[in-house]
């Protein structure tokens, strides 16, 4: 394969392999839900697409795949960069989610000014565009006064990388912030920038009144939407989604709300779930589970015994429900999640194994593409003829070379030209980790 060939204006991907999913109708999907394709490329776009072995111009230059996989771009649509990075100089000292808590609180006091914070959130996309991803949501810390801070730096990233990648922003806090003076500043600040006004909501004797507090500033001050963490425990009473539902209908919101989490539904009765599905789909609600951050906190244990249980929610009880799903990568390098690197493809590896999204994987590729990028407001991402032609081309040909490897050898393509980003090197942060209590483990 010739990378010479994508600095043409006007070229044609033979023999590509797609997700019928997230091709236009008609195509003949083989067991795994993949068709072989040819994709004509023009002037940044996709132009067409047809079915492998039909006439194709000569005079146009072809690219040959010969089978391999073709995915959109990948959408993020939950992550937390401000907390990116530090895990060598704050690790978690036991795995817990408490651990995660204090520790993320102390280094943030310590060390979170707008250079280290923008440096370490900078590091976070260009791993993100690396591995071919186009847009990301973070949540950023708002709390004792940080968001006065992060805020800003996100928004300067946001309008640095506007070409290159979507940012999306949301406020981060405690939802009982919102009964206070300080909330509704977060509020109007979040409505200044256009961002996205978001807390994490957890069973208390004021819930419901936080949410209308939240629901109140955000409808006053124009903001369409809305972001929470909800029921990140295996605690069975943590029902906080169901009172975001019902939020959401007593206010007849209208714009779009995206719960993440949601782990407690894996240990909830069976009638509970259904009651709760139920509410969610009628208030139009979508969820993201966070796999790999989950596995990672979720029923840790510190007497030496093994978890019991994932971490993970109710994936297919979800999706049958008929409520939009989707994939994300969470925390990364820092005391709520050790390990990651900002890399979807081994998002979607990772909650396939956990999840069991297979046999087959299907349509379940959407929901690191397609599903997101809906419901992120920023409209389809899909292989179709008036798409912009942003999409990775990887070595694996089938679900199973495309799972089995990290792939790291993948094309990512921008606009139709190769976009040649390398991963950044973990010693450009190494003086950021000297600041902190470990500079012993580099």
Known sequence: ???????????????????????????????????????????????????TGAEISATVPQIDL????????????????????????????DGTFAGALTTTRKDAARFWQAEDVYRRMEFG?????????????????????????????????????????????????????????NGEAIAAQIADLGAILGGVAYMNPDLDAQLDAVFA?????????????????????????????????????????????????????PAAVAKTLGLVKQAGIAIVSLPMCNLFLQDRRTDGTTPRWRGVTLAHEIRNAGIPLSFASDNCRDPFYGFGDHDM???????????????????????????????????GNRLEPGQMADFVIFSGRCYSELLARSQHDRWVIRGGKRCDRPLPDYRELDDLVALGEFPDKL
Not at 73 to 91: A, M, N, Q, Y
Not at 355 to 371: F, I, M, N, Q, S
């Open 1 to 51: 394969m010739n990378p010479d060939l994508f600095a043409h204006h006007h070229y044609w991907l033979r023999q590509a392999h797609c997700p019928v999913t997230l091709l236009p109708s008609g195509f003949e999907a083989n067991h795994q839900g993949l068709a072989g394709v040819d994709v004509e490329i023009a002037q940044g776009k996709i132009e067409r697409i047809q079915p």
């Open 217 to 269: 500033l955000a409808q006053s001050r124009g903001i369409e939407q809305l972001d929470f963490h909800v029921d990140e425990s295996g605690d069975p009473e943590a029902m906080a989604l169901r009172a975001v539902a019902e939020a959401a209908m007593r206010h007849d919101f209208s714009g779009l709300i995206l719960c993440g989490h949601c782990c407690s539904l894996a240990v909830q009765a």
């Open 125 to 181: 996309l260009r791993c993100s565009e690396a591995h071919g991803t186009k847009a990301i949501r973070t949540h950023i810390d708002c709390i004792h006064g940080q968001g006065q801070i992060s805020l800003p730096v996100a928004a300067r990233l946001r309008e640095e990388w506007r070409d290159r990648l979507t940012l999306q922003i949301v406020s981060l806090v405690p939802l009982a912030e919102f009964l206070t003076p």
């Open 66 to 93: 010969d089978g391999r996989m073709v995915l959109p771009c990948f959408v993020d649509s939950h992550t937390h960069l401000d907390k990116g990075h530090i895990w060598e100089r704050s690790p978690n000292p």
């Open 345 to 379: 493809l081994e998002v979607f590896r990772e909650s396939v194994r956990i999840a069991h999204l297979d046999y087959p994987c299907g349509d379940w590729v959407a929901t690191v593409t397609d599903v997101p990028a809906q419901r992120l407001g920023l409209g």
